[in-house]
C-alpha cells in the first residue's frame, strides 16, 4: 500500500476511527460497580482489580472491593483487605466504617464497635458510618437506636440511595419495621430503580406476602434484566413447596 493510500480521494468517506476505550482506575470501578448492582460478584472482584493495579490509591475501588467481599460473607478476607487499604490510603471515614461492618460479620461486636467509634471521629458527617453505626447497634440488639443512626446517615446524605441502603441495612439486620419505612421513602424517591424493586421482593417474601415479592422482583428484572439476585430469588419462590406455601402465609397475616 502507497504512502497516502489510507486518505480518502473526493467523495469518499474516511473510516471512523474505533473509539479508544479507557483503561482508567475510575473507568474500571464503574465498571466494577455495574456489575455488583447486577449481581455479577466475581466480575466485580476483578474489575476492581484491575481500578488498583491502575492506581493503587484509588479509594472508591479499595472500598467497592470491601463491599463485595461482605456481599460474599467473606468477612475475614475483607478485614484483610481493609487492613491493606488502611496502609496505603489511610484510616479514611469509609475504610474505618467498613472495618466495624466487617467485624459485625465475624461476631467480633466489641471490635466493631471500636471500628464504629473511630469512623464516627473521622468522619461524623459521612451516610456510610452513620450506616455500620447503624448496623454495630442492631448487632447490639438495640433496635431503636440503630433506627435513630438511620436517620443519621439520610440527615447527612439526604436522598433515594441513601434511604435505600438504609432499608438495606434494617433489612439485613432482621428489621421488618425499619426496612418498610426506608423503602417508602427510596421507591418514592426512585419508583424507577431496580435495585429498590429487589429489595421491595425480598422485604415482602420476608413477610410472607409471596405475591407481592413475586411483583416486585419480576419488576426488578424488567426494570434490569441482569439483575441476578432477583432471578435466583425468583426462581427460589417458584420452586417453594406446599409447607412453605403455608408457613409463608401465616407470616403474611401476623406481620406487623
Not at 486518505?7 to 483503561?23: C, L, N, S, V, W
Not at 460478584?41 to 472500598?63: F, I, K, M, N, T
Request: proline residues 5%; negative net charge; charged residues 25%.
Amino acid at each position: 500500500m502507497g504512502r497516502f493510500d489510507h486518505i480518502p480521494t473526493q467523495g469518499e468517506t474516511a473510516p471512523a476511527a474505533a473509539p479508544e476505550r479507557d483503561f482508567s482506575a475510575t473507568a474500571y470501578t464503574e465498571q466494577a460497580l455495574q456489575a455488583h448492582v447486577c449481581g455479577d460478584l466475581q466480575s466485580a472482584l476483578r474489575l476492581y482489580g484491575r481500578a488498583l493495579e491502575e492506581d493503587r490509591d484509588h479509594v472508591p475501588a479499595w472500598l467497592g472491593q470491601v463491599r463485595v467481599l461482605l456481599d460474599m460473607h467473606q468477612p475475614e478476607e475483607a478485614a484483610t483487605w481493609l487492613e491493606q487499604a488502611a496502609n496505603v490510603v489511610g484510616e479514611v471515614p469509609g475504610v474505618l466504617a467498613l472495618r466495624a461492618l466487617a467485624a459485625v460479620g465475624r461476631g467480633a461486636f466489641d471490635d466493631a464497635r471500636a471500628w464504629s467509634d473511630r469512623a464516627m471521629k473521622a468522619g461524623p458527617d459521612v451516610a456510610e458510618v452513620w450506616l455500620s453505626r447503624a448496623a454495630v447497634v442492631y448487632a447490639s440488639g438495640n433496635s431503636a437506636m440503630a433506627r435513630v443512626n438511620l436517620d443519621k446517615a439520610h440527615e447527612r446524605e439526604p436522598g433515594a440511595v441513601t434511604a435505600r441502603r438504609c432499608a438495606e441495612v434494617a433489612l439485613d439486620m432482621g428489621d421488618l419495621i425499619g426496612a418498610e419505612r426506608w423503602l417508602r421513602k427510596a421507591a418514592a424517591g426512585a419508583p424507577d430503580s431496580a435495585l429498590v424493586a429487589l429489595r421491595q421482593g425480598v422485604y415482602f417474601e420476608r413477610c410472607g406476602d409471596l405475591d407481592q415479592a413475586r411483583h416486585h422482583l419480576a419488576r426488578a428484572l424488567q426494570l434490569e434484566p441482569r439483575l441476578q439476585p432477583a432471578r435466583v430469588a425468583l426462581d427460589d419462590l417458584d420452586h417453594r413447596g406446599p409447607l412453605d406455601r403455608l408457613k409463608s402465609t401465616f407470616r403474611k397475616w401476623s406481620r406487623p
